[in-house]
């Protein structure tokens, strides 16, 4: 076994942060104790660390003896003997399909979707469907450290509603279509759905509305300008699937003569305001494109390989400076939401897929998944690591169990061996949402009683 790589730096980590004055100065949360993995651009780790938290940001990093000198503050989270690290971040999911979680399992892409995904949503999506999904999906988002997700569905203003209750931090996207979806008969209905979203969230500090147009074989070429044109009216984001399966690519060419990303650079869809679910199938010039036009990717390796899609070229669109983040994509087709288990497949696919063992390392995965993600979703200022003047997002897990003996690097934990039931406390935006596993925002035995109903529901209009 190779030797554990040093990254502790050997001198006294500098206080990042305000100055010091005589008298503690009041905060409301001191988190203490713990190692704390910034993931700054340094990649500064402070052995016996604090993050000191006022309102929702974070105000000071550093030594836990000095933070303390410092701050008196309010409250205390106690994290001796554990990590502490930014929350994780899922760049592309759709979180009330946990609903048709191993509904339909062992298709391909396109017979998945048309087959089984689209006449499920089309007979059983309502918002009532779209709140308690998205309710469960949040429950299982908290318990394995996701603080932000990104969210493509219909209904939305139910995933906006449900996400801010639950104290998470969010991007959840109106889908818009062409064909009818459970909540628009085409896509200038569902553009209506997107407007009336972002006039209602606009502005608000952990929900950051945004367009979600499926893809280029759901959406026709004319509907993109209205959609650019409504993005940019509300400065918001828009996200898409695309380069996603060799029958998306096959579909594309018969309908279009070309491939999905140069059809949308052709129709001036590609921008500093786009993250781009999936792209596989990319190749060297569509790489340049995105990162030219600083498109974020949403990596989402473990629906790729369920799907049977392919295996996206990570290292090729890193090389290239793609802004990528990590996503689970939907849990129908993963089946869950946890990005450990992301992270340990996204460490362990790009060895395989390349038979180059040296490809994908730890610290690389665990960026995709915080900062590389933020990234993605274009929220690079607020969060994906811990520094002063960021939103106080932030994970505090165990590394007391088994699986997590003898630790000789955080990292290699994390992304190896760690499981989403390691996370014990979650906070967002300076709140605390899941305090030693207990759940603070949800009411989970109505969550439980819920999925139950549905699951009734569909398998009796759906039997195996
Ligand atoms: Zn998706």
């Known amino acids: 076994m190779s030797p554990p790589k040093k990254r502790r730096p050997a001198a006294p980590v ?94 391909e892409l396109l017979t998945w979707l048309e087959k089984y995904m689209f006449p499920l949503e089309a007979r059983f999506v309502s918002p009532d469907f779209v709140r308690w999904g998205t309710r469960l999906a949040c429950w299982e988002m908290i318990a394995s450290g996701t603080t932000t997700f990104a969210d493509g569905y219909f209904f939305t203003a139910e995933v906006a509603r449900v996400a801010d209750e639950a104290g998470l931090r969010a991007v959840p996207g109106q889908g818009v279509f062409d064909v009818p979806t459970p909540d628009a008969k085409d896509s200038a209905a569902g553009l209506k759905r997107c407007e009336a979203l972002l006039r209602e969230w606009q502005g608000h500090p952990r929900i950051t509305p945004a367009l979600c147009p499926h893809s280029c074989y759901t959406v026709a070429p004319e509907t993109f300008p209205r959609i650019q044109a409504l993005a940019a009216r509300y400065h918001a984001r828009v996200m898409i699937h695309a380069a996603e399966s060799q029958g998306e690519m096959k579909m594309m060419r018969e309908r279009y003569g070309t491939t999905p990303v140069r059809h949308l650079a052709r129709l001036g869809a590609l921008g500093p305001n786009l993250t781009a679910a999936h792209c596989v199938w990319v190749d060297d010039e569509e790489i340049r494109l995105l990162a030219e036009h600083g498109v974020g990717v949403a990596h989402c390796a473990e629906s790729n390989m369920k799907l049977g899609s392919g295996a996206a070229p990570l290292a090729k669109m890193l090389a290239a400076g793609v802004a990528v983040g990590l996503g689970t994509d939907g849990p129908a087709s993963n089946n869950d939401l946890d990005m450990f288990g992301e992270m340990a497949t996204v460490a362990k696919l790009h060895k395989v897929a390349s038979l180059d063992p040296t490809r994908a390392p730890a610290a690389e995965v665990l960026r995709l998944a915080t900062r590389g993600a933020a990234a993605a979703l274009h929220l690079e200022k607020e969060i994906g690591s811990l520094e002063p003047g960021k939103r106080a997002d932030l994970i505090v897990v165990e590394t007391s169990s088994p699986n997590a003996l003898p630790l000789y690097h955080p990292y290699s934990y994390l992304v190896y061996s760690a499981r989403a039931d390691a996370v014990e406390t979650v906070v967002v935006d300076g709140k605390v949402l899941m305090e030693r596993r207990r759940m603070l925002t949800l009411d989970t035995e109505a969550i439980r009683r819920h999925a139950e109903r549905y699951r009734k529901k569909i398998a009796a209009a759906f039997p195996n």
């Not at 206080?15 to 704390?36: D, F, I, K, R, S």
């Not at 502490?84 to 899922?90: H, K, T």
């Open 14 to 107: 500098p206080v990042h942060g305000e100055p010091v004055q005589g008298e503690p100065e009041p905060v409301a949360l001191l988190v203490a104790g713990g190692t704390v993995l910034t993931l700054d651009a340094a990649d500064t780790i402070v052995p016996d660390g604090a993050i000191a938290i006022r309102k929702e940001k974070i105000i000071a990093v550093g030594p836990r003896r000095e933070l303390e000198r410092r701050y008196r503050a309010r409250r205390r989270l106690e994290a001796r003997d554990r990590l502490i690290l930014p929350g994780l971040v899922n760049a592309h999911t759709h979180a009330a399909m946990t609903l048709f979680r191993g509904v339909s399992d062992d298709q």
